[in-house]
């Protein structure tokens, strides 16, 4: 008796062109067997057709029991678990340099019609066409795919390990480096990580969960499209990028910036001509209530990326919580193409006014009735505020309204606390056993300096540029502000935490989204140099409030009460010590509505009547106090700190 077949692991796979590459992939696909059916697409149906002649030939000869089907347009690709997309466009390539380049006008177009007929398919792309990292992104953010991979790197990766076997006589298998970046002329060959010891089918079955492998294909890896080597395990990538010396990270910085500039036309023809723009509209609204002390306020979205944003920015140092949707929530911050257009219209239309919030600039609208509207274009971001109604925020990506609702969401309740007595310090903070340990001074003094150093030595961190204050029943009870913490690449260094950061960004986890290119690009290259803004302000690796515990081992608190304020001063070459400085906290050191410099009360959102801080001042003066002087050697440095901070100082 025969037994039964075993039926292939996977069925249908599409594949787009019917070129001299459409034609080797779908024959070896035929050949392989681990398909059910081939369906093959061309722009000339005869050539489609044809190739399943040649195919269904080959199957019979073969005894294949995969099967070639002509389907007459992509948009019937839909039900395949996979599809190739290798059309070209017509033009002669008379490039001598930058080859791949040269198909870019003629085949962008091609593939962007291929991106709508295949608008939000689930199945997994696999880009061939060049230039194929520019085309692979345009494809992936026109269509709204979410699993999209360029082939490009992986087949320079075969040949650059394929030409390292003959020039050493050993086998291929033993030869084990990468080529990353762009499949092009700014490729970028891993030598320095290389040890001695039919790229489209590989793709196919390793994004297929049919081979665990690790294959280099072009993703979105950290907001840039490129050339990267995943390990595929069950069909899931993690990323797996070698590491680089200083050369080898400068040509990739130098591939980025390429790619990114030949990319932008594109996104200009093709992109806002497109519907697709993420919008949400007919799903369930997710909601996070965050409070602190008394005072709570609730964020609502369409989109339970900017949810779970809030609940990770203000979990660690206030209170968050999932919760049921409110349609009283303070913060209602939305995916909406519809809406930012509309608004940014309108404030377009009407005199307006220009402000910088958030480092981005902000046009706002405002009517007679109270109601607020404003606008960020460079961030596609708009807003809307009636009095005593919600804050409305809409955009059109996730993260950019993430970040908004996190940052107005926190403008809430500090209004919140503002009305209740509370005040905000220039100061970072520490705390043990409830006592906190306030440091003030100018910028660069050394307040996140000696926070972070106290917060090593076993202190709870509590902030490191502002608090909230207020006098409570005899004693000053400090609250955190939540935000990104903000270390230099230079004191990332002193205090050891370096190298882990690095490592985890090159194995494929991020910083903080606000954090300049330039941090990113050093830390990927190894620059333990600082980064300087022609303003002189430093530019600093921005962390997750999360990734202060997670990443570099600290604990942090939630509140405390003021027992003690330092005012230190890094002086290099010397040794730390105590100065003969009576220095004391004035009104300078509190934020007000004329000192703030990074969100101006744009919507209305704080009292206009602040609290008094004469009384904070009173009893601040009251506390021990320190002025000192602090040196370069971390180890000298926190023993000091510590001596200066225990309970017999």
Same mark, same amino acid.
């Given at each position: ?244 010396? @200083? =050369?080898? %990270?400068?040509?990739?910085?130098? !591939? *980025? ?6 990319? &932008?036309?594109?996104? $200009?023809?093709y992109l806002p001509a497109h519907p697709r723009q993420k919008e949400k509209t007919a799903v369930p609204q997710t909601a996070v209530r965050i409070a602190t002390a008394t005072q709570a306020a609730t964020v609502t979205s369409n989109s339970p990326v900017v949810t779970d944003w809030a609940l990770r920015y203000f979990g660690p140092w206030w209170h968050a919580s999932?919760? @049921? =949707?409110? %349609?009283?929530?303070?913060?209602? !911050? *939305? ?6 257009? &509309?608004?940014?219209? $309108? ?54 309204? @993430?970040?908004? %609702? ?7 309740v500090r209004g919140q606390l503002l009305s209740d007595g509370w005040s905000i310090l220039h100061a970072s903070a520490v705390v043990r056993d409830g006592q906190t340990v306030l440091t003030l001074g100018d910028k660069g003094a050394g307040k996140t300096t000696t926070a972070l150093l106290l917060a090593r030595a076993g202190w709870q961190l509590l902030a490191n ?185």
């Amino acid at each position: 008796m025969t037994p039964p077949l075993t039926p292939p692991p996977v069925g249908a796979v599409g594949v787009i062109g019917a070129g001299a590459v459409g034609q080797s992939v779908a024959m070896l696909l035929a050949a392989g067997g681990w398909c059910e059916s081939v369906r093959i697409v061309s722009r000339t149906g005869l050539s489609a057709q044809a190739l399943v002649t040649d195919l269904e030939d080959m199957c019979q000869v073969t005894a294949s029991s995969v099967r070639a089907v002509h389907a007459p347009d992509a948009g019937q690709l839909a039900s395949c678990e996979a599809v190739v997309v290798c059309p070209r466009g017509h033009f002669t390539n008379t490039s001598r340099t930058d080859i791949r380049m040269a198909g870019l006008n003629a085949n962008a177009p091609v593939i962007a019609d291929l991106a709508r007929k295949l608008a939000h398919y689930q199945g997994l792309v696999v880009m061939v066409t060049n230039p194929v990292d520019i085309l692979t992104r345009l494809f992936a953010e026109l269509s709204g795919c979410p699993h999209v991979y360029g082939v490009g790197s992986n087949t320079d990766t075969a040949r650059y390990r394929l030409t390292l076997a003959r020039l050493l006589d050993v086998p291929p298998q033993a030869v084990n480096g990468h080529v990353i970046g762009e499949h092009g002329d700014q490729a970028v060959v891993c030598a320095s990580a290389t040890r001695i010891g039919g790229a489209v089918i590989a793709a196919l079955r390793a994004g297929l969960g049919l081979d665990d492998a690790v294959t280099e294909l072009c993703v979105n890896h950290e907001g840039r499209w490129r050339g990267i080597p995943l390990r595929f395990t069950a069909g899931t990538p993690t990323v797996c990028l070698p590491r680089l010396d @200083a =050369a080898e %990270a400068r040509q990739l910085i130098a !591939a *980025d910036a390429k790619l990114r500039d030949a990319y &932008e036309p594109l996104a $200009r023809l093709y992109l806002p001509a497109h519907p697709r723009q993420k919008e949400k509209t007919a799903v369930p609204q997710t909601a996070v209530r965050i409070a602190t002390a008394t005072q709570a306020a609730t964020v609502t979205s369409n989109s339970p990326v900017v949810t779970d944003w809030a609940l990770r920015y203000f979990g660690p140092w206030w209170h968050a919580s999932s919760t @049921a =949707a409110d %349609a009283d929530a303070a913060v209602i !911050a *939305d995916v909406n193409a519809g809406r930012v257009t &509309e608004i940014a219209q $309108r404030v377009a239309d009407h005199s307006h006014e220009e402000t910088v919030y958030a480092n981005s600039t902000m046009h706002v609208d405002r009517d007679d009735d109270g109601t607020v509207a404003a606008s960020q274009p460079d961030d596609k971001l708009v807003y809307r505020a009636e009095p005593g109604g919600p804050l409305r925020i809409y955009g059109c990506e996730d993260v950019p309204v @993430a970040l908004a %609702a996190a940052r107005l969401a926190r403008e809430v309740v500090r209004g919140q606390l503002l009305s209740d007595g509370w005040s905000i310090l220039h100061a970072s903070a520490v705390v043990r056993d409830g006592q906190t340990v306030l440091t003030l001074g100018d910028k660069g003094a050394g307040k996140t300096t000696t926070a972070l150093l106290l917060a090593r030595a076993g202190w709870q961190l509590l902030a490191n540029d502002r608090v909230f204050i207020r006098h409570e029943a005899d004693r000053l009870r400090v609250l955190p502000w939540p935000s990104a913490a903000a270390i230099g690449l230079g004191l990332l260094d002193a205090l050891d935490w370096y190298e882990t950061v690095r490592e985890r960004l090159r194995g494929g986890e991020q910083l903080h989204p606000t954090q300049h290119q330039k941090v990113t690009d050093a830390l990927h290259s190894g620059s333990r140099t600082p980064l300087w803004k022609e303003s002189g302000k430093e530019l600093k690796p921005q962390f997750f409030p999360d990734q202060l515990h997670s990443w570099l081992g600290l604990t942090l608190a939630t509140e405390g009460h003021a027992t003690r304020i330092l005012f230190p001063a890094i002086t290099p070459g010397t040794e730390p010590a105590l100065l003969d400085e009576d220095r004391s906290v004035g009104a300078g050191d509190f934020f007000t509505a004329g000192t703030e410099d990074r969100y101006p009360d744009v919507f209305g959102l704080l009292p206009t009547d602040l609290p008094d801080t004469q009384p904070l001042l009173e009893l601040l003066g009251d506390l021990p106090r320190n002025a000192l002087s602090l040196g370069q050697d971390v180890k000298v440095n926190t023993d000091f700190l510590a001596q200066v901070t225990g309970p017999t100082a």
